[in-house]
């Protein structure tokens, strides 16, 4: 198959570390980039992104960050959509009665109530730092700059009360809001409308379909675009649904497993 883009998710599938890619992946890139579009697909925000194109050396192509709430092509917006303030503030109450702290994200600014052994991890794993001050006063603070809400929010407590909050925002958002377990301490929120495939498509070409893409990923929310690309790649290291639907399965991250497939296949 000719294919004319290459979108991959980052974390637990491109980075071989938590905050890195290795060489080899790095000269496998560089062998294909002038005839393949590398696209980095992520949950992510744009600074914990760039600096892994500046290493790849794929800075002219768009980046799809916070699930493909934000699609960004150089400093041009492509798409934004937002969880609006107020299911923000009713998120605030429902995680405030199990002690859930959030992390909001909008474009480049991230908010956190207070810090953590988990902020201290995301920290270092994105290379960035956030602000930290109360949902009140980013909601007030987002309200006055006429900001519409966030691109992604990030709660962080235990299993014993993820588990319980996770039901409970089901029960109540499924309709508004893209609800992703990311491990057992952490739950994801994005745009409904939103996802890393619906962004994929927004940057096909006139000449391209969904049978050019190439995708490599290993979580819930790769699940749309390995499932739909015209072919699906997991990591060893992915969720058993996920490995289930792709077309092959590589080496873990932690093993070039992308890198070995690039060098095999393309």
Same mark, same amino acid.
Request: aromatic fraction near 8%; proline fraction near 2%.
């Given at each position: ?9 980052? !974390? ?25 579009r590398?696209?980095?697909?992520s ?7 760039t ?7 794929i800075? +002219?192509?768009? #980046? #799809?960050? *916070? ?5 960004? !092509? ?30 909001? *994200?909008?474009?480049d ?5 207070? !810090?953590?052994?988990?902020? &201290?991890?995301?920290?270092? *794993?994105?290379? +960035? ?14 309200? &006055? ?7 992604? %929010?990030?709660l962080?407590?235990v ?11 089901? !029960?109540?958002?499924?309709?508004t %809001? ?8 952490? #739950? ?10 619906? &962004? ?33 790649? &997991? %990591?060893? +290291?992915a969720?058993?649904? %996920?490995?289930?639907?792709?077309? *092959? ?12 497939? #690039?060098?095999?296949?393309?």
């Amino acid at each position: 198959m000719n294919y004319k883009i290459l979108c991959s998710d980052l !974390d637990g599938t491109l980075l071989s570390t938590k905050n890195d890619v290795s060489e080899f992946t790095i000269s496998e890139i560089a062998r294909i980039k002038d005839s393949i579009r590398v696209i980095l697909v992520s949950a992510r925000m744009p600074k914990a992104m760039t600096y892994l194109q500046k290493r790849l050396k794929i800075e +002219n192509q768009p #980046i #799809i960050c *916070y699930n493909g709430a934000l699609v960004l !092509d150089g400093t041009q917006e492509v798409t934004s959509v937002t969880i609006p303030i107020s299911i923000l503030k009713k998120i605030h109450l429902l995680a405030d009665m199990y002690d859930i702290k959030l992390g909001l *994200y909008y474009k480049d600014e991230w908010y956190v109530e207070e !810090d953590s052994e988990r902020v &201290a991890k995301e920290i270092k *794993y994105t290379k +960035n730092t956030p602000e930290f001050r109360t949902c009140e006063t980013t909601f007030s603070d987002w309200e &006055a700059r006429k900001i519409s809400g966030a691109h992604k %929010v990030m709660l962080m407590g235990v299993k014993d009360t993820t588990d319980p909050l996770f039901q409970d925002l089901q !029960d109540t958002f499924v309709d508004t %809001v893209a609800i992703y377990r990311s491990n057992d301490t952490l #739950i994801e929120l994005a745009p409904k409308s939103v996802s890393k495939l619906t &962004a994929i498509k927004l940057l096909l070409n006139c000449n391209e379909t969904l049978e050019n893409v190439i995708a490599f990923g290993d979580n819930y929310n790769d699940f749309d675009m390995l499932k739909h690309a015209g072919c699906g790649v &997991a %990591v060893a +290291n992915a969720r058993e649904s %996920v490995k289930e639907i792709a077309n *092959y399965v590589t080496d873990k991250n932690t093993e070039d497993g992308v890198a070995k497939f #690039i060098k095999e296949k393309l």
